[in-house]
């Protein structure tokens, strides 16, 4: 099949160009635009309990205020408010609810500090666009107003809150984008041209990638819209390293195939259609692990992961499409000129590094097998210290941001759970009035919960079928201790509960404690899933029952080693209280699904040595030798791409780019280039039961009449040759 493919291809390069240039156009020119949240609450589906209770809330209560953004006053001096203060308070409060600022509902006073330093002024927004992009829009106009009434005064005010954090992690997103982007494109050209030593491949896959990436993004919209995903802001930061990161990797598999063609003495454009024969089939089946493991997650309970895989998928599999067509279109038209000017391509290097590596795996597989297994079992102990944060607004942008100055002062003045409280709602289950004399001695065994600063019975509604108790904790809403305390809550709300009656208790923190266990469901359904369909991949590659089995632990091994060494660099390095809750599923889906390409490539070329007669070490030698250095250009590339997501300047998208690139290089320089060949070396032919995938059709020859890319000749001489010297 891939041989009809590149046949097609390069025997009509112009009209495939022709082809994606109108896709292109049509696509871009048609997608719709992608929406935006940043709402936690949207994360969950309605059966969790923080979700029924918001429900209930509008319900009961839909005129019960509950402030999307906050307005912090100090005094300039730091001094506490004085009677001239708070009457510029005051009337900064009344002039903001005149100006009608849309979105904003309510503008009124809020509770002084205890100290007297800090007063607020709370302004309610329409609940039904919350963490859309309509209420940062607000947040930023109320910032500004805030700021100028302030003018004149002694008065220093600063805007926070969801609307607020949402405008601040908007302009933060922006900023991390363009350093991701930037950083990208400059580690991408560098390194090829460092490589290859040609300007055209360093600049050809920026510009064919940046088509694809146009391709992508128009259908990810498409598909957002036509199945009613949400999106969040840190998705197009993690698209633009997947495609590009992704996309070089599969232009490299290509080249480096295409350059060993012609060095064997191909004619260009059959080397392209041997390149496209010999390393299609590992980059479909590489890219099929990967849209594989990122379709999982659309079992995944959250919302932002939901959203996340189908979006990946889709740009993973536009990728595929551009490799085994586009690329070698445009490569094949350009010819041996795209190696211009360098001339290192028409002969392999004589005592390559990558050749005695190769002798090194082949004379001591065993050490070479336990060495490496080692380095993960001992990197992979740092994951028992492993802890979630579920701070998704500090996660994502930088602590000097205004709205996480405001939440920062308000824990320190106010109680910590003061800028999120937690609400109980007591509803009776059978539409009778609820009895009012129970309700004080149900709020003090609120108020006794661990945890638990103060609670109050706040409001009835209409009916007198709802009550809601105000809950505030000790603790800054999203912190362990806090969604701990919201669990101890639950239980006594819950068993306190009148006859009668049930309780339901919402808030941030309520919300925090359902995305944990939404997090934890996820890791017993969508790790499985992904490693069961990945291996069934490998299975059908590989026509082996063995083989994906000790490929997908050591890819386990590699995760293992991820984590533990993100927890030691994050959290007892740099003092974090915890990673962020979705690292684990995300790191372990990019671990693993691109982690598995370095494999698919190692492994496909080792069972191509075996069926040119090799012997099982001498195969995995050979292997190393001609697909280590792909995959060390690969890994490196698609590393260091994802490493720039640690410029955004916030610890989400720092934590998750150093883990993603850490877990590659793993991938790339550990497992695929000694561990799996070592192994596989060691099991030998026992490895391809119960097919026979690593022996030839026809003993001491390799596949004829499918493009051999080495001579007979070469093979004999590579086989004795002790130095492992090419021409």
């Known amino acids: 099949m891939f041989r009809r493919i590149g046949n097609a291809v390069v025997r009509h390069p112009i009209w495939t160009i022709v082809a994606w240039l109108i896709a292109a156009v049509a696509i871009v020119a048609t997608a719709p ?26 319900k009961a209560f839909p005129s019960a205020f509950t402030p999307s953004a906050i307005a912090l006053y100090q005094r300039t001096d730091g001094g506490k408010l004085t009677a001239a203060d708070q009457k510029d308070v005051a009337r900064i409060t009344t002039e903001l609810g005149k100006k009608h600022i849309d979105q904003v509902q309510k503008v009124v006073p809020g509770p002084p500090s205890k100290d007297g330093k800090y007063t607020m002024t709370l302004v309610q927004m329409d609940s039904k666009n919350a963490g859309q992009p309509k209420q940062a829009d607000a947040a930023k106009e109320l910032r500004e107003q805030a700021k100028e009434l302030a003018k004149g005064t002694h008065l220093d005010v600063k805007l926070g809150g969801s609307a607020a954090q949402a405008l601040d992690q908007q302009d933060s997103s922006k900023r991390g984008e363009a350093l991701i982007g930037i950083g990208t494109f400059v580690i991408i050209l560098v390194t090829l ?14 510009v064919l990638i940046g088509l694809v990436s146009a391709v992508a993004n128009g259908l990810i919209a498409y598909a957002t819209k036509l199945f009613g995903l949400q999106a969040n802001s840190s998705i197009s930061s993690i698209l633009i390293v997947v495609l590009f990161g992704v996309g070089t990797d599969y232009f490299l598999f290509l080249i480096f195939r295409y350059r060993e063609s012609l060095r064997a003495g191909d004619e260009p454009k059959q080397a392209m259609i041997n390149a496209v024969d010999r390393v299609g089939e590992a980059i479909a089946s590489a890219a099929g692990a990967v849209i594989i493991a990122f379709l999982a997650l659309v079992l995944s309970t959250l919302g932002f992961l939901k959203q996340m895989g189908p979006a990946l998928a889709i740009a993973v599999g536009a990728t595929l499409v551009a490799g085994l067509t586009l690329i070698p279109a445009v490569v094949s038209l350009i010819g041996p000129k795209v190696f211009w000017p360098s001339k290192s391509w028409q002969k392999e290097p004589q005592n390559a590094r990558f050749a005695a590596l190769g002798r090194g795996v082949q004379r001591r597989p065993a050490l070479t097998a336990i060495a490496s297994g080692l380095v993960l079992l001992v990197l992979s102990i740092g994951t028992l210290g492993y802890k979630a944060t579920f701070d998704l607004a500090s996660g994502s942008m930088p602590e000097t941001k205004e709205s996480m100055v405001v939440q920062d002062r308000m824990q320190q003045a106010y109680s910590a759970g003061a800028a999120a409280p937690t609400d109980v709602y007591l509803s009776s289950t059978d539409g009778k009035q609820l009895d009012g004399s129970r309700f004080k001695e149900y709020a003090r065994k609120l108020g006794e919960v661990d945890g638990v600063a103060s609670a109050r ?18 603790y800054e809403a999203s912190t362990d201790k806090a969604i701990d305390a919201v669990g101890r809550v639950r239980d006594v709300a819950h068993s306190a509960a009148p006859d009668g009656t049930e309780a339901l208790v919402g808030g941030m923190s309520s919300i925090y404690k359902d995305i944990d266990a939404a997090v934890n469901h996820d890791y017993r359904t969508v790790f499985p899933v992904a490693a069961v369909l990945i291996m069934i991949i490998l299975g059908l590659l590989l ?12 890819v386990g091994l590699g995760f293992g080693a991820t984590l533990g060494a993100t927890v030691w660099i994050f959290q007892n390095g740099q003092g974090h209280s915890g990673l962020m809750f979705m690292l684990p599923v995300i790191m372990y889906l990019f671990v693993v699904a691109i982690g598995t390409d370095y494999n698919i490539l190692m492994i496909a070329r080792l069972r191509e040595e075996a069926r040119a007669g090799r012997n099982p070490r001498e195969a995995a030698g050979m292997a190393l030798r001609h697909a280590g250095p792909t995959v060390a250009a690969a890994g490196f590339i698609l590393a260091a791409t994802f490493a720039t997501m640690m410029l ?27 561990f799996t060949p070592s192994l596989t070396a060691l099991i030998g032919h026992a490895a391809w039961w119960p097919g026979h995938g690593d022996r030839a059709e026809t003993p001491g020859a390799a596949a004829a009449g499918s493009g051999t890319v080495r001579h007979a000749e070469d093979r004999d001489t590579t086989a004795h040759d002790p130095a492992g010297r090419r021409g």
Do not use: C, H
């Open 33 to 58: 635009g992608l929406p935006s949240n940043s709402d936690e609450s949207s994360f969950l589906p309605k059966s969790y309990e923080s979700i029924k209770a918001a429900d209930l809330q509008q």
């Open 193 to 206: 041209l460092i490589i290859f030593r040609a300007p055209i491949l360093a600049v050809l896959p920026l």
């Open 457 to 474: 019975m706040t409001q009835l509604n209409k009916e007198g079928t709802t009550a809601d108790f105000t809950v505030t904790l000790k």
């Open 543 to 554: 026509r082996s029952v063995v083989a994906p089995w000790y490929l997908i632990a050591s």
């Open 648 to 674: 955004a300047g916030n610890s989400l998208l720092s934590e998750m780019g150093f883990a993603v690139s850490f877990g590659i290089v793993v991938a790339a320089f550990v497992m695929a280039m000694f």
